[in-house]
């Protein structure tokens, strides 16, 4: 019998997959509803580059088949989500938004990723726009478009997971996968006004998608909610030695964690360059996580200008050596923006390279330092709202700077070291901004708490698009 789903546009995955469970809506019911939403808004948000239907009505359908057999279906049932587009979905290109890799044969296996999801029964719906070669902070790409930020179709959604951040922020699908080298989940959890994890580096695997930098790589969830972040994480872990950076370590879920609340947690706000160039929106909403808080100390991470620098020779260079075949046989196919940025890259002298790995270690050493004396630091996620689609320069402390390269000056610092951070939304009128939550290696519990309160609390929320 056909049954007609809800209104499940802004539900959380939680929810969601209580509903299907429970038998109070089909599967099916719920991916077609997800697939319309998909068709309707996307002329508007430019989120997806691929809508994988036929696949989800397939996968929707065993579950229906399931629970009518009494089967389990798992924490995330009937839960739509997508993916960037450097995912390996079977079946698909791995586009990675460049114009070159459309070339490239289908995908014969999904990422390891997807796989743990679909096993907990969520349903995959697409693949998801993105910076090309991830190389890009804004969520335009030249060869598909912008992605549109929901709260303001005519500003960027961040990249370059940005096709991820305007996907759950418009309500197209409750939860995304993205991927993060130098805050490329965290700038599109900022700008468009929702929940975005980095894990540590290292904790899930990476193996199966399209790298960009492999000493930075980090893949990781977007959702609605802090709860729904924890729960994606919580099935997406697990060691898998196909990929040589996945730490061999066991599973430690954390969503049973979340209702622990905050006392205890000893937090501090990151000053000096994380409040050197920040908008007066980033300052506000930072101001307004800590006082909810309680947080009064203010700390400082030492060199973290000096770490973004390095970060920028590792990653121009890492990323012109993946790239130097196709700089020299198909330059032209690159978004010249990028293209320009890796040859520059592959210019770099070895020496400058030597001198900041040297420094990144240091610099990691120094910084786990503070953790000894605190469990989570507080920082911008982005130094200002959602800038205009197309805007080329703002004014960064006193400063005319490229939009493009400088979304990411706090996020940068962090991911270099390989921290996990959740980047939690606060409502700002007109448009949300995002604050990071920065933990201890392996300590997503930490900040996945911390975000848990402030939303129980109403301290942050994401926002429904205008």
């Not at 911008?380 to 700077?401: D, H, M, R, S, Y």
Request: hydrophobic share 45%; glycine share 8%; proline share 7%.
């Amino acid at each position: 019998m056909a049954q007609k789903s809800p209104d499940f546009a802004f539900a959380s995955c939680a929810n969601i997959a209580q509903a299907v469970n429970a038998g109070d809506v089909t599967a099916t019911a719920m991916i077609e509803a997800a697939l319309a939403r998909i068709k309707k808004t996307e002329p508007v948000l430019n989120a997806f580059t691929d809508v994988t239907a036929k696949r989800a009505r397939a996968k929707a359908k065993q579950l229906d088949e399931k629970r009518a057999a009494g089967q389990p279906l798992g924490l995330l049932a009937g839960v739509p989500f997508a993916v960037k587009n450097l995912f390996d979905v079977s079946g698909l290109a791995t586009r990675a938004g460049s114009k070159i890799n459309r070339d490239l044969p289908p995908a014969r296996q999904d990422s390891p990723l997807i796989e743990r999801l679909e096993a907990a029964g969520a349903v995959l719906v697409g693949a998801l726009n993105m910076g090309e070669y991830a190389y890009d902070f804004t969520g335009e790409n030249i060869h598909d478009g912008p992605s549109r930020n929901p709260h303001d179709t005519t500003r960027m959604s961040g990249g370059s997971s940005g096709g991820s951040g305007s996907a759950v922020g418009g309500g197209q699908v409750p939860l995304a996968l993205g991927s993060d080298t130098n805050g490329s989940i965290r700038v599109p959890s900022s700008l468009c006004g929702i929940f975005g994890l980095k894990p540590t580096y290292g904790r899930l695997p990476r193996n199966r998608s399209f790298p960009f930098v492999d000493s930075f790589d980090h893949l990781g969830p977007f959702a609605r909610t802090a709860a729904d972040l924890a729960l994606a994480y919580d099935a997406m872990q697990g060691y898998d030695g196909d990929d040589a950076a996945c730490a061999d370590r066991p599973v430690e879920p954390v969503a049973h964690t979340l209702s622990d609340g905050i006392d205890g947690l000893r937090i501090a706000v990151a000053g000096g360059y994380f409040k050197e160039a920040a908008f007066p929106e980033a300052l506000s909403a930072l101001d307004q996580v800590a006082r909810a808080l309680d947080v009064q100390r203010e700390i400082e991470i030492p060199q973290a200008a000096r770490a973004r620098a390095a970060a920028y020779v590792i990653t121009a260079t890492e990323g012109a050596a993946l790239h130097l075949g196709r700089l020299r046989t198909r330059a032209e196919d690159f978004d010249p923006a990028v293209r320009d940025r890796m040859i520059a890259g592959a210019m770099v002298p070895s020496t400058l390279v030597v001198r900041a790995q040297k420094f990144r270690r240091w610099y990691r050493s120094q910084t786990l330092k503070l953790f000894e004396d605190v469990d989570a630091i507080l920082a911008p996620a982005t130094p200002c709202t959602a800038p205009l689609i197309g805007q080329k320069t703002f004014n960064l402390g006193g400063v005319e700077l490229p939009v493009r390269a400088n979304l990411g000056i706090y996020t940068q610092p962090i991911s270099f070291i390989g921290l996990p951070v959740v980047c939690v939304p606060v409502p700002l009128s007109p448009l949300p901004i995002g604050v990071q939550i920065i933990a201890a290696p392996w300590r997503e519990d930490v900040a996945l708490r911390i975000a848990r309160w402030l939303e129980k609390n109403g301290a942050v929320a994401a926002p429904l698009p205008a």
